[in-house]
């Protein structure tokens, strides 16, 4: 890859947790690349139908976020609070059968979160 990014996988074990001195922020966006830490498929039909999804959950909303196997950004508005965690979303695992084979994405590869403080002037 011409990037040098660090990538961090989010699997059906991992929980992601906001640090303390984060509440009041408001996360504004995600990158993700989930071709990042895996060989990419060969078939172009199969990765671009690949697709995973996290949760972002605070004390007041959840967010869904649905990323294909390319390299991509969503934006989206939730405020971090005490509460705020990143999980990956087991009940949407992308399943695709072609040509009789089963091809899954367990993972969601994260980048990095868009954070914006919240002061006004």
Do not use: C
Not at 74 to 91: A, K, L, P, Q
């Amino acid at each position: 890859s011409f990037f040098s990014e660090t990538v961090f996988r989010i699997d059906k074990s991992s929980i992601l947790k906001f640090p303390k001195s984060l509440d009041g922020y408001t996360l504004i966006g995600v990158h993700s690349w989930n071709s990042g830490l895996i060989k990419m498929n060969k078939n172009w039909e199969i990765n671009h139908k690949l697709t995973s999804t996290i949760i972002i959950k605070n004390n007041q909303a959840v967010v869904k976020i649905t990323q294909p196997y390319m390299n991509a950004f969503r934006d989206t508005e939730i405020n971090i609070d005490d509460n705020t965690s990143v999980y990956f979303d087991t009940s949407n695992l992308s399943v695709i059968k072609l040509n009789n084979k089963i091809y899954r994405l367990e993972h969601f590869d994260i980048i990095s979160f868009f954070l914006i403080s919240n002061i006004s002037h």
